[in-house]
Every structure is written in C-alpha cells, then in structure tokens.
C-alpha cells in the first residue's frame, strides 16, 4: 500500500458520528474525505442528552468548548408518576456529574451539536466534507478501498485504506458490510416517539414549568408511555420526547401518525399533563428503528459506527453517546496498529461489542421499570424511595466514567 493510501480516510455520513470520526482520525494524522447524501447538514430529531462519557470526547475534539454556549447543564435527572406528578426519584448532574464523572452532562438541540462539529471539522486542513454525495459502489483489495460517489451527475472516485460507515439506521454501507446476507435492514421496534420542541414563555411551557424542573431532565413515567422534558437553546425552549407503542409509520425518519394513540397513552395520567401534551402540539411522530448488533461490524476495510451498526432504543438516552465513542476507538485502534489494519478492526469489534451490549440492556431495564404498572410499579417505586441519590448515582458510574482503554496486543 502506497504511503498516500495509508493515510487516507473514507467516511460515509457527516452526522455526529461521521463527524466524531473525521475529527478523531484527523487528530491522530490521517487525511480524511467525508460524503454526505443530503445536500445540506440539517440534524434530524430535535433535542439530544450528552452523558459525561460522550462530552469528555467531545473536549479533547475541541469540540466541547463550542457547544457549551447553546447548551444546557441540567441539575439532575427526575423521574415523576405522571398520575399523581409525585417525585419517585433524583439523581444529581451539574456540578456533581463533573466533580464525580469529571465531565459535563449537557442537554441541547441536535442542530447545536451538528454545528459545532461543522465548525471544527472546517478549520483543520485533513478534512473535506462533500454534500450531496451518496457513496454507491467500492471496491476492496490488499491495498485498501476505492469508493465511488455520485455529486451532481458526476461520478467521483476516493482513494483509502478504510471506509467508515457512518450513515445511519438506513446505512447503505451496512449491505456492502454484510453482503452475505444481501441487504440487511433496520427493523421497527414497535415503538414510537412522538416529538415537539415549545418555547418556554408559551403556554405549553409555562405548563411544564408548573409539573417539571425547568433546569433537570425530567421522566413521567406511566404504564402506557413515557414522556422526557428538557430545556434546550440556553433554557429558551423545551424539548418533549413522549414514548408509545404503535404501528409502523413510514419508510424513514418521521411520519403522519394518529394523535390518538399519543391521547389514548395518557388515561389516568395527571390533568395538567394531558393538558401540556395539548398544548404542545401538533406533535411530530418518528418511528423507532433498531439495527441487529450482533451482524457484522467490519468486514475488509469498512467499518460500521454508530446506529450504522448498532441503532437502539433511545431508553438509555446514549445513542449519541455510542456513536462517539465508537469513533473514537476506532480511530485510536487504527493509529496504533498501522501496519494491522485488518486485525485492529477485529479486535476493535470484538472490544466494542460488550460495551455496546450492555447499554442496549440498560435501555430495555429503563423502559419495563418506566412503563411498569400494578405490583411491578409499586416494587419500582419503592425501590426508588430506599435508594439515595447517592446511590443512583453510582449505579451509573460504569455508563458516565467509561473511558477508552489503551489496548496492547502481544
């Protein structure tokens, strides 16, 4: 492989873990192209959490020190009865999640983080970024990849040793990935999230002003569905993400859904709820899609980050959080063995895998206790009540303290 090659980095998707990625190769060296589908960088979704394993990256990335003007500390993080809007439990952020955590826990709007890894990806030299660029075919070979991308009518070709498959649940690099399985998809789980982001002097906010805490990320929790509320844009507006269960929507990211199932959730939750989820919409509903993790991640020279190869429920609230992580260790691996890049992806893998694994889990935990109901919520609750702050804290220690371990192989 010619010394050029070996330094050239492919990446399908400038989302955040296309960016993340481009950011981590390019700090440790490499040249890197990034090809992005859509013809402009618009974040999907509407508010996103960023848990202290995530924002540690995102510092040594310089990234950090950009988002933090739009961005929001939450206090803590306080889980309600949506019927009777009792507090069951508080786990300390703040100041505490950086003292204990040593990193931030922020809360924001997606369009804020997508911005501020435009904007350190635009000053270093090693990285180009082209829109509108969908990346079709690529061919693999002792010396690494070629992939071919169509801009404007135009086929264009990018030389490297890696491709980095960064381009979502509908990544179209997971099928070149698995080709022995032909295409492998994404599936439904079954799950909807119903999404709407409020202005907080309007009537919706001052009405989760009155229920919530408008400086904590706060849960109702329901037997029916769940419903996360947040302030994002400095405190300006508040995100609300609700969580039923419903029916397939749409081949992509949002769809028109029935009001009335988000309506039909809400029997028996308090009235000034149903009355903030009135107030809210219309609400947007965005099927939840889920990737099977255990297909491959790597295959050759490509590789899979991020919901390309591990989409999951957002119950943990880490999606985000796995995607940079995911780059960054993957660029770290690579850095290291140079000379292996075929068996650094393996064992890359096979280190992610567990990590990913156990945060998946911790997501399907979060949604039985969440939606819990007779027996099983009142053992919730009680637990709860037993169970310090201090506690519930530590139970996260192994999530929020997690940090890149330096691999050496023998």
Same mark, same amino acid.
């Given at each position: 492989?010619n010394?050029? $090659?070996?330094?050239?980095?492919?990446? @399908?998707? #400038?989302?955040v873990?296309?960016?993340?990625?481009?950011?981590?190769?390019?700090?440790?060296?490499?040249?890197? $192209?990034?090809?992005?589908?859509?013809?402009?960088?618009?974040?999907? +979704?509407?508010?996103?959490?960023?848990?202290?394993?995530?924002?540690?990256? !995102?510092?040594?990335?310089?990234?950090?020190?950009?988002?933090?003007?739009?961005?929001?500390?939450?206090?803590?993080?306080?889980?309600k009865?949506?019927?009777?809007?009792?507090?069951?439990?508080?786990v300390? %952020?703040?100041?505490a999640?950086e003292?204990?955590?040593?990193?931030?826990? !922020?809360?924001?709007?997606? #369009?804020?983080?997508?911005? =501020? !890894?435009?904007?350190?990806?635009?000053?270093?030299?090693?990285?180009?970024?082209?829109?509108?660029?969908?990346?079709?075919?690529?061919?693999?070979?002792?010396?690494?990849?070629? @992939?071919?991308a169509?801009?404007?009518?135009? /086929?264009?070709?990018?030389?490297?040793?890696?491709?980095?498959?960064?381009? +979502?649940?509908?990544?179209?690099?997971?099928?070149?990935?698995?080709? =022995?399985?032909?295409?492998? $998809?994404?599936?439904?789980?079954?799950?909807?999230?119903?999404?709407?982001?409020? #202005?907080?002097?309007s009537? =919706?906010?001052?009405?989760f002003a009155?229920?919530?805490?408008?400086?904590?990320?706060?849960?109702?929790?329901?037997?029916?569905?769940?419903?996360?509320?947040?302030?994002?844009?400095?405190?300006?507006?508040?995100?609300?993400?609700?969580?039923?269960?419903?029916?397939? /929507?749409?081949?992509?990211w949002?769809?028109?859904?029935?009001?009335?199932?988000l309506?039909?959730?809400? $029997? +028996?939750?308090a009235?000034?709820?149903?009355?903030?989820?009135?107030q809210?919409?219309p609400?947007?509903?965005?099927?939840?899609?889920?990737?099977?993790?255990?297909?491959? &991640?790597?295959?050759?020279?490509?590789? %899979? /980050?991020?919901?390309?190869?591990?989409?999951?429920?957002?119950?943990?609230?880490?999606?985000?959080?796995?995607?940079?992580?995911?780059?960054?260790? !993957?660029?770290?691996?690579?850095?290291?063995?140079?000379?292996?890049?075929? =068996? @650094?992806?393996?064992?890359?893998?096979?280190?992610?895998?567990?990590?990913?694994?156990?945060?998946?889990?911790?997501?399907?935990?979060?949604?039985?206790a &969440?939606?819990?109901?007779?027996?099983?919520? /009142? @053992?919730?609750?009680?637990?709860?009540?037993?169970?310090?702050?201090?506690k519930?804290?530590?139970?996260?220690?192994w999530?929020?303290?997690?940090?890149?371990?330096?691999?050496?192989?023998?």
């Amino acid at each position: 492989m010619n010394d050029t $090659r070996s330094r050239q980095i492919v990446i @399908a998707g #400038a989302g955040v873990a296309g960016l993340t990625a481009a950011l981590a190769f390019a700090e440790r060296g490499y040249s890197v $192209r990034v090809f992005e589908q859509a013809q402009r960088l618009e974040a999907a +979704g509407a508010g996103i959490q960023l848990s202290p394993n995530a924002t540690r990256i !995102l510092r040594q990335l310089g990234v950090l020190d950009r988002l933090l003007p739009a961005a929001v500390r939450p206090e803590a993080v306080v889980l309600k009865d949506a019927a009777t809007l009792r507090e069951l439990a508080r786990v300390p %952020l703040g100041q505490a999640a950086e003292t204990r955590w040593q990193a931030p826990y !922020l809360v924001a709007h997606r #369009a804020d983080l997508q911005s =501020a !890894l435009t904007a350190r990806a635009a000053e270093i030299p090693d990285i180009h970024l082209t829109t509108g660029a969908r990346i079709g075919d690529v061919d693999t070979g002792p010396h690494g990849i070629t @992939a071919t991308a169509e801009i404007g009518g135009k /086929i264009v070709e990018a030389e490297g040793f890696l491709l980095v498959g960064a381009d +979502g649940v509908w990544s179209s690099v997971r099928a070149l990935v698995d080709s =022995a399985k032909g295409s492998p $998809r994404n599936h439904f789980s079954g799950e909807l999230a119903w999404r709407a982001t409020v #202005a907080a002097g309007s009537a =919706a906010g001052r009405s989760f002003a009155a229920i919530g805490a408008r400086d904590c990320v706060t849960t109702f929790l329901h037997p029916g569905f769940h419903m996360v509320a947040y302030p994002v844009s400095k405190g300006a507006a508040f995100n609300l993400a609700a969580f039923t269960r419903g029916d397939r /929507i749409a081949e992509g990211w949002s769809g028109n859904a029935d009001a009335g199932i988000l309506s039909s959730a809400l $029997r +028996g939750t308090a009235a000034e709820l149903a009355r903030l989820v009135e107030q809210a919409g219309p609400w947007t509903a965005w099927p939840i899609h889920t990737v099977d993790s255990k297909q491959p &991640w790597t295959t050759g020279n490509m590789a %899979l /980050i991020g919901d390309a190869a591990h989409a999951m429920t957002p119950f943990a609230a880490q999606g985000a959080a796995m995607a940079i992580e995911d780059a960054v260790t !993957l660029a770290d691996i690579i850095a290291d063995f140079p000379a292996e890049p075929l =068996a @650094a992806l393996a064992v890359w893998e096979q280190s992610r895998r567990p990590r990913v694994a156990q945060v998946a889990r911790r997501g399907a935990v979060n949604r039985l206790a &969440w939606h819990a109901s007779g027996p099983v919520a /009142i @053992a919730r609750n009680v637990f709860l009540k037993v169970r310090s702050s201090e506690k519930l804290a530590a139970d996260l220690d192994w999530l929020y303290g997690w940090q890149a371990q330096k691999i050496i192989r023998r």
